[in-house]
C-alpha cells in the first residue's frame, strides 16, 4: 500500500472510523465515498454490489478491531463436536418442531473441513433448527462425514458444472420449516442467527439479508478483508414467497448470477429487510474453479436482466425445479 493511501485514510478514513468504533455504533462503518441509511437497528447500503472496506485494506489492525467488537455483539460458538450446543437446545430431525432450517449446497472433500465448522456455528444456535446439505457429485463423497442430525441428500450433477440454484430447491423442497436460510457451507453464523432469522418471518418478512459485514480469513486465520454489501452467501426466506417468487433459477449452471437474479425477484414481494446488523465469517479456500469475469452463468444474468422480475417469476413457476434428479435448465 503506497504512502499517499496510508496518509489518506488516515486523514479521511480513521477519524469518522474510529468514531463510530468508539461509539460502538459499528455497523454504520462505510467508505467515505459510500452512502447508507439505517433503520435505527442495521445498515442499507445504497450502492448495488459489493465493496472492500477501505479502511482495513490499507490498516488491517483497523479491520481486525472492527472484526473483534462485533463478534462482542454477535459471538460465533461452536456445537461440541459438530453436536448441538448443549447450552442452546438441540437440532430436531425433519418432521420434528423445526423452527429454522438451514439449507446448504456442498460439492468435493476439498472443502468439507470448511463445511463441518459452518454445521458447529449452526450447532450452536439457541432455538430448534435443522440442516439440510446437498452433496451435488457423480457419487457421494461426504455422506458419513457429517453429523447425525444433519440431512444429507445427494443429487446426481451428471457431468455438469456445479448448480447452486438446483441445491437450493432440493433442500427447499425438503426442509420441515417455514423460515429458510440459504447459506454457503464456509459462512460462520453467530450465535443468535437462527432466532433473528426467525423473528424476522415471523414478524410478517418474506425476505431478509441480515448480513451487514463479511469478514474474510486467510489459510493462518488472520483477517483478509472486510466485505460490505455482500449479495447472497447467506439470505432469510419465508418458505412459501421463496416459492412464490420461483425459488431459484436453476439455469444458473456454474459461478455467478444467481444471486443477482433472485434478489431481482425477491423485491417483488414488497416485505424485505436488507437492513443488515450480524457480522458473518468467510473461511478460507482456493479460489472456485469457473471464477471469474464472463461465465456462462453471468452472461445469462445479463441477457435476462432487462426481462422484468415479474415475467421471469412467471416463467420459473411453469418449470419443475427441486428434482433431486437433475436440474431443471430454460432451453
Given at each position: 500500500?503506497?504512502?499517499?493511501?496510508?496518509?489518506g485514510?488516515?486523514?479521511?478514513?480513521?477519524?469518522?472510523?474510529?468514531?463510530h468504533?468508539?461509539?460502538?455504533?459499528?455497523?454504520?462503518?462505510?467508505?467515505?465515498?459510500?452512502?447508507?441509511?439505517?433503520?435505527?437497528?442495521?445498515v442499507?447500503?445504497?450502492?448495488?454490489?459489493?465493496?472492500?472496506?477501505?479502511?482495513?485494506?490499507?490498516?488491517?489492525?483497523?479491520?481486525?478491531?472492527?472484526?473483534?467488537?462485533?463478534?462482542?455483539?454477535?459471538?460465533i460458538?461452536?456445537?461440541?463436536?459438530?453436536?448441538p450446543?448443549?447450552?442452546?437446545?438441540h437440532?430436531?430431525?425433519?418432521?420434528?418442531?423445526?423452527?429454522v432450517?438451514?439449507?446448504?449446497?456442498?460439492?468435493?472433500r476439498?472443502?468439507?473441513?470448511?463445511l463441518?465448522?459452518?454445521?458447529?456455528?449452526?450447532?450452536?444456535?439457541?432455538?430448534?433448527?435443522?440442516c439440510?446439505?446437498?452433496?451435488?457429485?457423480?457419487?457421494?463423497?461426504?455422506?458419513?462425514?457429517?453429523?447425525p442430525?444433519?440431512?444429507?441428500?445427494?443429487?446426481?450433477?451428471?457431468?455438469?458444472?456445479?448448480?447452486?440454484?438446483?441445491?437450493?430447491?432440493?433442500?427447499?423442497?425438503?426442509?420441515?420449516?417455514?423460515?429458510?436460510?440459504?447459506?454457503?457451507?464456509?459462512?460462520?453464523?453467530?450465535?443468535?442467527?437462527a432466532?433473528?432469522?426467525?423473528?424476522?418471518?415471523?414478524?410478517?418478512?418474506s425476505?431478509?439479508?441480515?448480513?451487514?459485514?463479511?469478514?474474510?480469513?486467510?489459510?493462518?486465520?488472520?483477517?483478509?478483508?472486510?466485505?460490505?454489501?455482500?449479495?447472497?452467501?447467506?439470505v432469510?426466506?419465508?418458505?412459501?414467497?421463496y416459492?412464490d417468487?420461483?425459488?431459484?433459477?436453476?439455469?444458473?449452471?456454474?459461478?455467478?448470477?444467481?444471486?443477482?437474479?433472485?434478489?431481482?425477484?425477491?423485491?417483488?414481494?414488497?416485505?424485505?429487510?436488507?437492513?443488515?446488523?450480524?457480522p458473518?465469517?468467510?473461511?478460507?479456500?482456493?479460489?472456485?474453479?469457473?471464477?471469474?469475469?464472463?461465465?456462462?452463468a453471468?452472461?445469462?444474468?445479463?441477457?435476462?436482466?432487462?426481462?422484468?422480475?415479474?415475467?421471469?417469476?412467471?416463467?420459473?413457476?411453469?418449470?419443475d425445479?427441486?428434482?433431486?434428479e437433475?436440474?431443471?435448465?430454460?432451453?
Amino acid at each position: 500500500m503506497g504512502l499517499r493511501q496510508r496518509i489518506g485514510a488516515l486523514v479521511y478514513d480513521w477519524p469518522p472510523f474510529a468514531l463510530h468504533m468508539l461509539r460502538g455504533d459499528w455497523v454504520r462503518v462505510h467508505n467515505r465515498n459510500e452512502s447508507i441509511e439505517s433503520d435505527g437497528c442495521g445498515v442499507r447500503c445504497l450502492w448495488r454490489y459489493t465493496s472492500d472496506l477501505h479502511i482495513a485494506n490499507v490498516y488491517p489492525s483497523a479491520g481486525a478491531w472492527l472484526m473483534r467488537r462485533a463478534l462482542r455483539d454477535w459471538p460465533i460458538e461452536y456445537g461440541a463436536r459438530g453436536a448441538p450446543h448443549p447450552a442452546f437446545g438441540h437440532p430436531l430431525p425433519a418432521g420434528g418442531a423445526t423452527r429454522v432450517s438451514f439449507l446448504i449446497g456442498h460439492r468435493g472433500r476439498a472443502r468439507l473441513p470448511l463445511l463441518q465448522a459452518t454445521l458447529r456455528s449452526i450447532a450452536a444456535q439457541g432455538m430448534p433448527v435443522e440442516c439440510i446439505v446437498v452433496e451435488q457429485s457423480e457419487a457421494p463423497e461426504i455422506r458419513g462425514e457429517l453429523p447425525p442430525w444433519v440431512r444429507y441428500v445427494h443429487t446426481p450433477s451428471g457431468g455438469l458444472p456445479y448448480c447452486r440454484a438446483w441445491a437450493f430447491n432440493v433442500a427447499a423442497r425438503l426442509a420441515s420449516s417455514g423460515v429458510l436460510v440459504l447459506h454457503d457451507g464456509d459462512l460462520l453464523v453467530p450465535r443468535g442467527y437462527a432466532a433473528e432469522a426467525f423473528a424476522q418471518v415471523t414478524g410478517g418478512k418474506s425476505f431478509a439479508d441480515l448480513k451487514r459485514f463479511l469478514f474474510y480469513l486467510r489459510a493462518d486465520g488472520t483477517l483478509e478483508k472486510v466485505v460490505q454489501n455482500a449479495q447472497g452467501g447467506s439470505v432469510v426466506a419465508a418458505r412459501d414467497a421463496y416459492w412464490d417468487i420461483g425459488g431459484f433459477d436453476e439455469s444458473f449452471v456454474g459461478w455467478g448470477g444467481e444471486d443477482n437474479d433472485f434478489w431481482d425477484r425477491a423485491r417483488t414481494a414488497g416485505k424485505i429487510d436488507d437492513f443488515g446488523y450480524l457480522p458473518l465469517i468467510h473461511l478460507h479456500h482456493d479460489a472456485q474453479p469457473g471464477k471469474i469475469v464472463g461465465t456462462p452463468a453471468i452472461e445469462r444474468y445479463q441477457r435476462i436482466e432487462s426481462i422484468s422480475p415479474a415475467e421471469r417469476i412467471a416463467r420459473l413457476l411453469q418449470r419443475d425445479q427441486g428434482r433431486v434428479e437433475g436440474p431443471s435448465i430454460e432451453s
